[in-house]
Each structure stands twice: as C-alpha cells, then as structure tokens.
C-alpha cells in the first residue's frame, strides 16, 4: 500500500518546524517537493509551474502521475525549477513521519548538489558496471573496512582513532587493487549519496545500518551510502571544518578523515571473511552463466548485428544491465546504439553486446544479439528492420538480412 498523501503532510511539517543546520546553506524546509501517491501528483512549497495544476490547501495538485515524476531524487520541474521528488508507493509503508521527513531531505539534498554550478556532486555510473565484483579479495577487503567502520561509529572516544585508522589501512588495500576510475566512483558515490544520507541520518537522528558480513558484492552504488555517511559521522568527531573542504574542492571523505587520523596496521584477514568473499565470487560467477544459460535458451527467432565500424552507445538502463564478463553485457530491458550508418532501439526485451574494445560500453559494440523475436520485418524500402520492440534504421542503404544457422544475420 503506498504511503499516503497525509503522511507527508506530517513529515513536511517536521520539516519546517525544524532549524537545525544539517549541512551549510541547504535549507530544506526552502526546496519544493513533488509527490505522487498512485493517484495524484502534488507540488509542496511552489507555485504551480505550468497549467493543468489545481490548488488545494496547501499545495498544487496535478491529477495522475507527472510526466517529471519518475524516481526518488531531483526533478526539474517544466518551469526549470527543481524540486525533490519521491515515488510513495516505493516508499516503506512501514516508515514513520520523521523517517518519511529524512526520506525527503535526502531528495533535497540531491536538489542542493544539483543547483551547485562546480559540478563536483555526480558521479561516473558506467564505472560500476566494470567494478571487479567477483575479486574475492577485494571483498574481503570491502568487509574488514565495513567493520572497522562499525566499531569505529561506537560512542567510545578511546578507540575510535585505532578502528577508523583500520577502515582506511583495508580501503587502501583495496584501492591499490582497484583502477583509478573505480577508486574516483566510490569517492564520487559516497560525496554524492553517502552525504545525502549523512544529512537524512542527521534529521532523523538515526545512525547508519551496514548488513550482517557486507553488501552484496554488485551492491557497490548502495553500500556507498553506508560508508560516505560513516565517514562523515566520523568526520564530525575532529575539530576541522571538513565540510567547507568538500564545498571548496569536492574532496574525498576518507581521505580527508585519512589526513587527521592516525595510522593503523589493518591485522590479519579471519577465515571466516574470507570464505564469505570467496562464497560471494562463486556466487556472481554462477549468476552470470545462469543469466547467460536463460539467454541462450530463449525461443523464437535471433537476430545478430554485425559491425566492422564500432556501434556506439546512446542510452541503457543501469538498473537493468549485467556485465558478464570479456565483453558480453546483457541489457534486460533497453539499449540505444547507433553509428555513421544506422540507428537502433531494443525496448522491454533482453540483447546481449558484445565490446568492440577494452570497455564493455564505452569501446562501442561489435556484435548485438537479439534472441526470442517473433517476428522479423523490413519496410519497404529496406531501410527499416522492426521486431517487437526492436527498431534499427539504416541512413544511407537498405539492410541485408541473411538467414544462417538458425539465426538472422544483419551485416552493418
């Protein structure tokens, strides 16, 4: 059951109500809010920002789902303006009105990194699809540094220094097994939604939640919320003014703490968190061949795009994708590609990419398969292949398309 219009109401009083000053000039209770409850969509603390709005009570009403309300985070509004947004009905119904109030200053803090013109607040989300998430080390690693910051974020102002020095001797571990682009992600991950959580902890007054052992080893993005608000809570306990460095030069929070921490030797790795790692590599490895199996096995007609020149990237759905390894990417529900020669669109059906380079993604694709068509056809002039939710269109000259081995074969 979604979480009621009401509700909101409540948090978005306690929202107002409350002068505390979680980050230096973000104002939530000054950033508008836009809701949708399954029914209606609602804009809290603006004026309408086009027609078709209706005002009631305190805020604009539009009836349905806005066509800028898609996710829990910053939308811009149709007059430019941005506001925080929140899917209800993906929210725990469970949530309380000040849980729900920290929900939603999460979301203004997303409007706050947003509006700041240095841009040092995003991050590379391809990154994460590269990410070595079957190294067992690296998740052994992960794991120790997760929970030295748990014991480092006890109310104890003995040993703090000694577990939060340990969190950074495994991180630096880890880094120095890591490429520069995914060490650059993590940091960028947890400026971005480590610090959103930190000011959502801090209204809510609760204190970050790591799992039993660690996340999930492909929960890479989520466990970057855990450990950028750790790292900031860990941050607050120095007498240095660390969130004027990160407005002035987006600097990375674990290096900051790093810088005024005292170094410690991170000890042994127990067996126990080496099984578990090893437990965790073996089990993205037989998700990936069972992902691959499903593939492979599905009925109906194939369509294979071939492309000496490379097709390049134009859209995906970072949600719905998994890297399978020397290459192969397998896109669940939508890719965009096109290059000099054509143009194509695979929607609400499964394709497998092939890399023409080192990058999954960014090196462009050499091959594309396209399993489980019904039906394949060309229009009349051949420059259009249309399939279900397949469309590719050809700019200069009519597609070819060869039938061998069971499959369809699209040479570009």
Excluded at 178 to 194: C, D, F, I, N
Excluded at 247 to 273: C, F, I, N, Y
Excluded at 357 to 362: A, C, K, T
Aim: glycine share 8%; aromatic share 8%.
């Amino acid at each position: 059951m979604p979480v009621s219009t009401a509700l909101f109401r409540q948090a978005l009083t306690l929202i107002q109500a409350d002068t505390r000053c979680l980050w230096p000039n973000f104002v939530p209770a000054a950033i508008p809010y836009l809701t949708y409850d399954g029914h209606g969509t609602v804009l809290w603390g603006a004026p309408s920002p086009e027609p078709g709005w209706q005002e009631q009570k305190d805020a604009w009403v539009y009836l349905g789902r806005h066509p800028s309300m898609t996710a829990n985070t910053a939308t811009r509004l149709p007059d430019g303006r941005l506001a925080a947004s929140l899917m209800l009905g993906s929210v725990d119904s469970h949530l309380t009105a000040l849980q729900l109030a920290g929900l939603a200053v999460h979301e203004a803090f997303h409007v706050y990194q947003e509006g700041d013109p240095r841009g040092f607040w995003g991050a590379d989300e391809l990154a994460a699809l590269t990410y070595p998430v079957a190294d067992p080390f690296i998740l052994a690693a992960r794991a120790l540094e997760s929970a030295a910051l748990q014991r480092a974020l006890r109310p104890d102002a003995n040993t703090w220094p000694l577990h939060a020095g340990r969190a950074l001797a495994w991180r630096q571990a880890r880094c120095e097994r890591l490429s520069a682009e995914h060490v650059t992600y993590e940091r960028a991950m947890e400026r971005k939604e480590g610090l959103a959580h930190y000011v959502e902890l801090g209204f809510a007054q609760a204190v970050p939640v790591f799992p039993l052992v660690d996340y999930a080893a492909e929960a890479v993005r989520q466990r970057a919320y855990t450990t950028g608000a750790a790292y900031a809570l860990l941050l607050d306990r120095l007498s240095l003014d660390w969130k004027t460095l990160v407005e002035a030069s987006g600097a990375a929070l674990d290096e900051l703490l790093a810088a005024h921490t005292p170094p410690a030797e991170r000890g042994p790795m127990s067996p126990e968190v080496q099984a578990w790692a090893g437990a965790e590599a073996a089990r993205v490895a037989h998700r990936q061949q069972e992902a691959r199996r499903t593939f492979e096995g599905q009925r109906g007609q194939r369509l294979v795009l071939r492309s000496v020149q490379p097709l390049w990237l134009r859209g995906f759905d970072p949600l719905n994708t998994l890297v399978l390894g020397e290459g192969a990417v397998l896109h669940h529900r939508f890719l965009q590609f096109a290059n000099g020669a054509v143009e194509g669109e695979v929607l609400g059906q499964g394709c497998l990419t092939v890399a023409a380079g080192l990058n999954p993604l960014l090196s462009g694709f050499r091959e594309i398969i396209i399993p489980g068509l019904e039906a394949v056809r060309l229009s009349g002039d051949g420059f259009t292949l249309e399939a279900g939710g397949v469309r590719i269109r050809s700019y200069h000259t009519p597609l070819q398309v060869n039938t061998a081995h069971a499959e369809l074969s699209l040479e570009i």
